[in-house]
């Protein structure tokens, strides 16, 4: 590149001619440091249809708008600028509320101005906050339910009847899990759920002392490792043959203490097991108690009822001298350790537990340590 050496003095060489040169803007006409006119006045107007609120209110708020102090513009921060829902807070931290919104966001959040409260209030008292109800309508009862309720069967028989297409309601198939139900609905079962039912079994077994009823803990089997062929007792009336498919979902209807001895019953029938360990059942329990100690006849009053465990009341029992160190107790429920906290509580001092008889089936002759079936037409 070649520079060029001008003399003081020398003319300033012609410029080339073209179009004229642009003049700037007028510096005054533009400012880029002062807040426009109109900003200003549409600011001054929102102040004063607000009206004069708190003091603090009114000066957290400059007149000019919110993101500009004294009349200038900030520089451009640093960091990501505030969002929206930051500059809506006020001072006091709470979030600003959306009065002119008809109805209230569903799963929203408060900085947006939704605002909790219950969704099916009253229309009359509340209609803020009453939508119209989903279609699943909550509050019609699950069809699974609705056939344990009915007896069909258990709510996880009825879930599988339901999934493979067996249950009709009012006349139409339903194969839908957690298909809601009016209480009058008319129920149906195929027969191939009826036929699956049949091929069920409930195992009677004379649980001996150091197995626990359901699953294994502190080192203790459970009494459902006792079924085996080799158990299997050979006087069982029912003249069942054992199979290996007889174990699956094999489950205890009801407990009996590690230290205690007698009828367990195990169930693969949903049905069986409601009867036995359902919220509504009825079906008594016999057990015979060896005890120490001396017991009034207050005490044995109390036994029949009037004891509470937990703070919760119990149900009447039966209550009676077997023996001269033996009671025999029919209960109608079956809390945990019932029989030896309630002996407990009247001064007597458990050293031996049996239960004999659950409804209409009884232990028998039945050996410590072997099992039977449930024969057909023996009932509970």
């Known amino acids: 590149m070649t520079t060029l050496k001008l003399k003081p003095g020398a003319a300033t060489p012609p410029k080339a001619p073209g179009k004229p040169p642009v003049r700037r803007a007028d510096p005054a006409k533009r400012s880029r440091t002062t807040v426009p006119e109109y900003i200003a006045k549409a600011s001054t107007a929102r102040d004063v249809e607000a009206g004069p609120g708190p003091e603090k209110e009114r000066k957290a708020r400059p007149s000019a708008a919110p993101h500009q102090v004294a009349g200038k513009l900030p520089a451009r921060p640093a960091k990501s600028p505030v969002s929206a829902s930051q ?217 029949n009822h009037g004891l509470s465990l937990d703070g919760v009341k119990l149900k009447p029992a039966k209550v009676s001298w077997q023996n001269e160190d033996q009671l025999r107790f029919v209960l109608r429920e079956g809390r945990k350790r019932q029989i030896r906290r309630m002996c407990e509580l009247v001064g007597l001092t458990v050293v031996g537990l049996k239960r004999v008889r659950i409804g209409s089936v009884t232990l028998g002759k039945l050996p410590v340590g072997m099992w039977r079936y449930l024969r057909p037409g023996e009932r509970f």
């Open 87 to 303: 500059q809506d807070r006020k001072q006091d931290g709470r979030p600003r509320q959306f009065d002119d919104r008809d109805t209230p966001r569903r799963g929203g959040k408060q900085r947006d101005g939704f605002e909790s409260g219950e969704f099916n209030q009253d229309r009359k008292t509340n209609p803020k906050f009453s939508p119209k109800p989903v279609p699943s309508q909550p509050e019609l009862p699950r069809l699974s339910k609705r056939m344990a309720e009915l007896g069909l069967c258990s709510r996880r028989e009825a879930d599988e009847f339901i999934a493979n297409g067996w249950v009709k309601v009012n006349g139409e198939v339903v194969d839908v899990l957690g298909t809601r139900v009016a209480p009058d609905a008319k129920i149906e079962v195929s027969k191939e759920a009826h036929q699956h039912q049949a091929e069920t079994v409930t195992i009677l077994l004379h649980k001996p002392v150091g197995y626990v009823s359901g699953q294994a803990e502190d080192g203790y089997e459970p009494a459902v490792v006792l079924v085996h062929p080799d158990n299997q007792w050979k006087e069982d009336p029912s003249q069942t043959v054992f199979k290996r498919g007889h174990l699956r979902g094999l489950a205890p209807a009801g407990r009996l203490d590690i230290d205690s001895t007698g009828l367990l019953v195990l169930t693969q029938d949903g049905r069986v097991a409601r009867r036995l360990i359902g919220e509504d059942s009825t079906v008594e329990k016999e057990y015979l108690v060896r005890v120490t100690g001396t017991l009034s006849e207050e005490g044995l009053r109390k036994l």
